[in-house]
């Protein structure tokens, strides 16, 4: 087989960029590893920046997004019992889409069948080939039968426990990263939200965060012990903890439900260096991890897929390599940016183990700074509604 980009991975960076591919009648294969469903049974990010809905609306797959997702011009944080309001539109006049990651995926896999996208589902043994070389090309194995997809560019969209990251010799490759001491324990329940904005806690028993999907569904998340496994968590021992760490009002209104999803995330801070290797570029989880706190995994996949996009497109429309030369170095200033927000306001919300009384104190004094001063509320919102590609 042969086409223009190979792309490994059926995640929201690998189905957003054969979408934006095929706007512009560039043709694309994806491998996925596992089936559709599973892909689209994770229950991920829920906020989006306003980057990643204006590259859903280039890729002509926002309709839904616009009809069931919610715009929020605000967020809470609270500490203890105290709570303040950051106003988005005011400090940026700007907003955020709150809209599923699974949604986003779905609707771009709608898209991609109604337009004849070859997907290859449970596709194995992935290897990539000759990508710095004169012939670049993929190997799977699917239904038992090996395969080869001879392309130009390849995009490694297959996430942190993908192979493509792999393809770039160690000898090239510079990895940062930092490991959290606690997980993110979340659970998905039908029940209505328990505030109309988010709110991210800072309490003395660990972080938590109200999130949501729509009016009757909620996304509630509690720091947990890496040592935890969510059966460990009965549904009424994680309200119950939620309820401990969130202002009395909030909790006293709290409706709870049965679970219908629950699972454990850990958090890590993770950058590989560079994003690109010959024919080969990385997008999104391939190349780069943020604690979910500041919501900026999946967008900060999207702005990837905008450079690596609109790179590709001038080469194939104006023969220009300008973008896909500069495409790692533009990708990682933002990439970094992100990781700075996330490591920052993840320190500032969350308990450490080893925390000192001095490194409490500096938490609440960081929590005070923000909550009265003005430049420091523009700076988190900026970051937060999402800096500009
Ligand atoms: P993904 O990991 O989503 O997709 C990669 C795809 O590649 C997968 O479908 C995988 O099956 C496939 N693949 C892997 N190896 C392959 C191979 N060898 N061959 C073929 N296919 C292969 N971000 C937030 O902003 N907020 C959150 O609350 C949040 N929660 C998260 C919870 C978890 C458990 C995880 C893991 C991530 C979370 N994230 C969150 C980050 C998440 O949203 C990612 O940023 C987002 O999924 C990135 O999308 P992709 O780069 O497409 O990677
Ligand atoms: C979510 O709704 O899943 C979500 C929202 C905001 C975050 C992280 C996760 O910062």
Not at 111 to 119: D, F, H, L, W, Y
Not at 287 to 304: C, E, F, M, R
Not at 332 to 339: C, I, N, P, S, Y
Request: some cysteine.
């Amino acid at each position: 087989m042969k086409t223009k980009v190979a792309i490994i991975g059926g995640g929201p960076s690998g189905m957003l960029l054969s979408q934006l591919l095929h706007t512009r009648g560039i043709d694309s294969i994806v491998l996925e590893r596992k089936t559709k469903d599973y892909v689209l049974g994770r229950i991920r990010a829920g906020v989006l920046e306003q980057g990643l809905v204006k590259l859903m609306e280039e890729a002509g797959c926002a309709d839904r997004m616009h009809a069931e997702g919610f715009t929020h011009d605000g967020a809470l944080i609270s500490y203890g019992d105290e709570m303040f309001r950051l106003d988005f539109s005011e400090l940026t006049g700007n907003f955020v889409m709150v809209y599923g990651q699974t949604e986003v995926t779905r609707d771009l896999y709608e898209a991609r069948e109604k337009t004849g996208g070859a997907i290859e589902f449970e596709v194995n043994d992935v290897a990539i080939h000759d990508a710095n070389g004169a012939a670049p090309h993929v190997t799977y194995t699917t239904q038992g039968k090996k395969r080869r997809i001879d392309c130009d560019f390849i995009a490694g969209c297959d996430g942190f426990h993908g192979v493509s990251r792999q393809a770039i010799p160690l000898e090239v490759r510079r990895e940062y990263e930092k490991v959290y001491p606690f997980g993110w324990l979340g659970i998905l329940s039908e029940t209505p939200p328990v505030n109309n904005e988010l709110i991210y806690a800072n309490s003395e028993r660990g972080f938590a965060l109200c999130s949501m999907r729509n009016e009757n569904l909620s996304r509630y998340y509690i720091q947990c012990s890496l040592s935890d496994s969510p059966d460990d968590w009965t549904d009424a021992a994680f309200w119950e903890e939620l309820k401990r760490r969130i202002p009395k009002a909030q909790a006293d209104t709290l409706v709870t439900g049965p679970a219908i999803e629950k699972s454990i995330a850990p958090l890590r801070s993770f950058v590989t260096e560079p994003m690109r290797w010959g024919r080969l570029f990385l997008c999104g989880d391939a190349a780069h991890i943020v604690p979910p706190t500041g919501a900026k995994g999946l967008n900060t996949a999207a702005s990837d897929v905008h450079y690596l996009y609109n790179a590709l497109r001038d080469c194939y429309e104006n023969g220009s390599e300008a973008g896909i030369d500069s495409y790692s170095e533009k990708a990682l200033k933002r990439v970094w940016k992100a990781e700075r927000f996330s490591w920052w306001f993840s320190s500032m919300m969350h308990r450490f183990p080893d925390q000192s009384e001095f490194d409490l104190k500096m938490q609440i004094a960081d929590l005070e700074f923000l909550r009265s001063n003005k430049a420091a509320q523009q700076a988190m919102a900026e970051n937060y509604v999402g800096l500009p590609y």
